[in-house]
C-alpha cells in the first residue's frame, strides 16, 4: 500500500463504518478497485486499526449525550451497563454460534477465518440488500414524527432489558456476515421496538464501544500468529499505515456521526436503505463484472 490508498481507505471506512451502510462493505469494494487483496493479513490489520480510530470518534461525539442521561446517577448507571452487557454477551452467544453453522454448512466442520469472506461479493451484495430493507422499513414506520418511548416507568433512559436483549441479538446476526450493516441494524431495531430515536442512537454505539476492544485485541493477536506477520519487526512495520489510517478514519467518523443524527432526527434515516438497496446492486454488478 502507498499513502494515499490507506488515506483513502481510512475515510471511506470511517464515514461508512458510522453511517448505517457497512463499513466492510465499502472497504471490500475499495480495495478491489485499487489492486488490493481484502484477505491480507496486512489489509486485516489495518482494517482493525480504522475500526480503533472511529471508535474514539463515537466516544467524543456520544460522551455529553452519555454523561447526561447514562451517568446522570449511580442507580441508572448501573442499570444501563446491566443492559449493555447483556446485549454483548447475547450478541457474542448468537454470533458465534452463526459462524459455527456456517463452518458445518460451507466449510464441513472445518474453522472459517472471516478475512474468507472478505473478497466475497457475491455475499456482500445480498447482506448489503438485507440491511437496506430493514433500515427502509423501521425509517418510514418512523418518519410520520413518532418518536418513540425515552425512558422506563423508573426514569431510566431506554432501552429496557428485553429490549436490549433483541437489539444484542441482532447485533450478533451481523458478526459473520460483511455488508449487514451493525449500526443500521441496531439502530432500526430500536426503532421498530418503540425506542425514542436518539436513545437508539446512543445505545447502539455504546454497544460498539463496548465491543471493539476485545474485537480489535482478538485480531491482533490472531494476526500475530500469522507466517507474514511473525515477529515485532513486521508487525511494527504493518501497523505504521494503520497508525496515519486511525488518525484519518477519527476525522472521518465525526464528520459521518453528524450527518446520521441530523437524518435520523428529521425523519430521513430511510434514505440510507435506498442507499444500501442501490449498492446492493453496484456490488452485484461488480462481482459479475469479474471483481
Known amino acids: 500500500m502507498i499513502l494515499w490508498q ?4 481510512a ?3 470511517g464515514l461508512a463504518e458510522l453511517l448505517p451502510v457497512s463499513s466492510s462493505a465499502h472497504v471490500v469494494v475499495v480495495e478491489k478497485l485499487m489492486g488490493l487483496d481484502p484477505s491480507s493479513p496486512e489489509m486485516t490489520l489495518l482494517l482493525v486499526m480504522l475500526h480503533t480510530g ?16 447514562f451517568f446522570s ?3 441508572t448507571f448501573w442499570r444501563i451497563a446491566v443492559r449493555l452487557i447483556v446485549a454483548s454477551v447475547i450478541t457474542l452467544i448468537v454470533g458465534e454460534a452463526l459462524i459455527k453453522i456456517i463452518e458445518k454448512v460451507f466449510g464441513h466442520g472445518q474453522k472459517i477465518e472471516p478475512e474468507q469472506f472478505f473478497g466475497r461479493l457475491d455475499l456482500i451484495a445480498p447482506a448489503l440488500l438485507a440491511a437496506g430493507l430493514l433500515i ?5 414506520r418512523n418518519k410520520s414524527g ?9 426514569g431510566t433512559p431506554r432501552p429496557c432489558l428485553q429490549q436490549s436483549s433483541i437489539i444484542g441479538a441482532m447485533q450478533g446476526l451481523c458478526m459473520p456476515f460483511r455488508g449487514f450493516s451493525r449500526s443500521g441494524a441496531t439502530i432500526s431495531t430500536g426503532l421498530l421496538l418503540g425506542i425514542a430515536r436518539p436513545q437508539s442512537e446512543a445505545f447502539s454505539f455504546a454497544l460498539a464501544v463496548l465491543l471493539t476492544p476485545p474485537v480489535v485485541a482478538r485480531e491482533v493477536l490472531r494476526l500475530m500468529k500469522l507466517r507474514h506477520l511473525e515477529g ?3 508487525l511494527g512495520h504493518a501497523a505504521i499505515p494503520g497508525l496515519i489510517g486511525m488518525v484519518c478514519a477519527f476525522l472521518a467518523g465525526l464528520l459521518a456521526l453528524k450527518w446520521l443524527s441530523g437524518w435520523l432526527e428529521t425523519g430521513k434515516w430511510y434514505l440510507f436503505g435506498i442507499y444500501c438497496v442501490v449498492a446492493a446492486v453496484a456490488v452485484a454488478f461488480l462481482h459479475h463484472a469479474g471483481y
Open 6 to 9: 490507506v488515506i483513502v481507505l
Open 11 to 13: 475515510f471511506v471506512q
Open 54 to 69: 472511529t471508535m474514539f470518534a463515537v466516544i467524543l461525539y456520544f460522551w455529553k449525550q452519555w454523561k447526561q442521561s
Open 73 to 75: 446517577s449511580a442507580h
Open 136 to 140: 427502509i422499513y423501521a425509517g418510514l
Open 146 to 154: 413518532e418518536t418513540g418511548s425515552a425512558y422506563d416507568n423508573d
Open 232 to 234: 515485532g519487526a513486521a
